[in-house]
């Protein structure tokens, strides 16, 4: 069994084991993909506990399915916020006095102490730490490779600022809590500040590194052979390091002898705390540093790179139209030839990747792309698969979830198509959900407004038909950087109180599920903009404004649910993807998905006769007025004609 390995250090009875990489990714290198190698599952999210005897799987519930698709019988599966937690299995399986291992690099130390208190309170069981990780152990020179590529510098007329005034701001925050160093582990915090990129995770334009800040200096640990010339120039280490303006780049693990080095002047030393989608710093971070000397608070740089600047905020709307270009390249080529060639998920997937990486600037995906048919589609955050795979036919609806890293953005967009002819029931559905998209598009709102309050716009419509969605409505987007980027949760259960800033950028992106049937997702991006205008209390107002553009499905749309504010919402938005994508795909030649898009975006009638848009009879729910009175009208005219026939006869 693997807790048998032979390492130095305490013997332990069990042995607990997160998905997680050694900066807290979810999604993690191959070479990182530990829960993968043991179980066989694939998913972002999982943690493992493993005895002697036994062992067992604990992820969300959203990937519970695919789990139970992936994982042998002889691992036991839970739901994270189930009942059986893994305290509480541990307390079964193990005796009193029992040691758990766990390594303190993957587990946040806010997580670590969270498993101690509770395995010391509530089962007597000592969780300890083990600094090699077994599973490298066991899993040996079959291990995978690191990712081989050369950090690239992310250009100032993308970034819009240089690093050394990143640094700056940064070193003021560090003045203002009495500080004398910041250690950071994110990478996307790492990449941002220094204005580097990489390809060391899935979907991240990332590095693998350790960044820490000093009053004087700049530490970069990181694998030197993915350093070039350019990055040294750039970094200014080339120089020579004789300023406070230039960054020491080391080896990367050379970072926990210079901490237990440097630890000893550094008078505070900031400590990253988890923030919304941010896990803060590792266990192994925390007790490298005398814990009379840490300051435990949210890093800084969350909140530095979600406020966009003027630049960065232009260079995402352009990547959205090129975004909305390459959908709509692939969209009208499967409609024009889903007649005649056999369609299933994992081929329509291919064909939406390969139109959005072959867009001028892609730097790749952005996260996984979903094409759920039917069926999986009423499963949220479904991944198909080899074994899954469906064929797409005319019948039913089908949802599309991807998003693109561009050098000017990143992206993320959902969309529903039907290829035949939608019920009632279906357009209904999604109308609901569209209502949601456009309700918080149009809501304009004092700043001190928390997020996680817009999210019941997004939801009533479908809480109408007394029905819900699994997932947050929304998040904060990174600007070719994480796809989920904190502080922004649309979420009404969220419990973090931050609050939108003008140059925000967040997803929209209600649900609606019928179980084993269909589903229907549409998500939007949206850039937070300052109206200029501000209450007599002094509160400034803001607005949102679409950045995403990708048409809706027109033939999905019951526009009798719809408002003339609404509809007009509608036309306006249709008109700006005419205009910005119209105008880029017309660059590009590419006339095929020029008139789709048009055709998906016609101009429709914003004030309807009342009569059109009510409904009436017993036969459907959406015979309107009008049919009705054509009916009787229909009806009069017969009996007219009929008593004449008959007067005549009678004659």
Known sequence: MLIRASVEGPEIDGYLLPSYDEHLNERVADRDRRVEYLTGFTGPIAFLAITVHKAALWTEDKYLVQANSEVTCDWELFDLNGPVSIIEWFKVNLPVDAKVGADPHIVPHSLWTEWKTKLDNDALINLVKV??????????????????????????????????????????????????????????????????????IPYTPVVKAYLVVTRYDIFFYTDRSKVSLGISLHLKEAEGCYNTQCVKIKDYNQIWRDLRTYSQVWRKVLMPAPCVFDKGASEALFTAIPRDSVVERISPVIFMKAEKNAIEREQMRIAHIRDGAAMCEAMSMLEERFAVEKWTELKIKQEIETSRLAQKSSMGLSQETVVAYGQHGSIPHYIQSNATDIEVK?????????????????????????????????????????????????????????????????????????????????????????VKESPIDVSYDAKDKFLFKEGYFFSNEPGMYKKSEYGVRLGNVLEVINTGKSHPSGVQFLSFEQITLVPYEAKLIDRRMLSPEERRWLNIYNAKIREHVGEELKRQGNMQAFYWMMNKTGHIKEYFPEEEYRYYGSLSNSMSKNNFYSTFILFSLIFICFNSFTYNILI
């Not at 992310?154 to 560090?174: D, F, P, Q, S, V």
């Not at 279906?426 to 959900?433: A, D, R």
């Not at 716009?457 to 819900?468: F, G, I, K, Q």
């Open 394 to 482: 005319d019948d039913s609806l089908l949802i599309i979830e991807s998003g693109g890293q561009y050098l000017e953005g990143t992206t993320d967009v959902s969309r529903t198509f039907h290829f035949g002819t939608p019920t009632m029931e279906q357009k209904k559905t999604y109308t609901s959900v569209l209502l949601g998209i456009i309700r918080i598009a149009n809501l304009k709102f004092p700043s001190n407004l928390r997020p996680g309050e817009i999210d019941t716009l997004a939801r009533s419509p479908v809480w109408s038909s007394m029905n819900d969605y699994p997932h947050a409505t929304g998040h904060g987007i990174g600007s070719y950087s994480a």
């Open 131 to 200: 600094n090699k990780n077994l599973v490298d152990i066991v899993w040996g020179d079959k291990r995978p490779p690191a990712v081989d590529v050369t950090v690239k510098v992310h250009e100032r007329k993308y970034a819009g600022e240089k690093w050394i005034n990143k640094i700056e701001t940064l070193r003021k925050e560090l003045d203002v809590l009495d500080c004398d160093a910041i250690v950071l582990n994110s990478l996307t915090e790492i990449a941002y500040l220094l204005n580097i990129r990489g390809r060391d």
